[in-house]
């Protein structure tokens, strides 16, 4: 799993995403960018939200939300 990935999920779980609460991607990225010691880059992130939606751990909604399909409690695959 790459550290952005990581970092996704880190962020994720410090709001408590659940699979019924729609997340706004900024509600992610604007930690992930702009407030984190070691900053991310926008394509990183987006890297790390495609291949988390391609393992069906979240979705990606059309108002700029995702939403949690499963639990982040349940093993995530590593890439």
Do not use: C, H
């Amino acid at each position: 799993m790459t550290k952005a990935t990581e970092a996704v999920l880190d962020v994720l779980r410090k709001i408590d995403a659940t699979p019924e609460k729609p997340i706004g991607l900024y509600v992610i990225g604007i930690p992930l960018i702009v407030e984190a010691e070691e900053k991310l880059t926008e394509d990183e992130i987006l890297s790390a939200i495609f291949w988390l939606q391609s393992e069906k751990v979240i979705e990606l909604l059309g108002d700029n939300t995702l939403s949690l399909v499963r639990s982040l409690s349940q093993n995530i695959p590593r890439r």
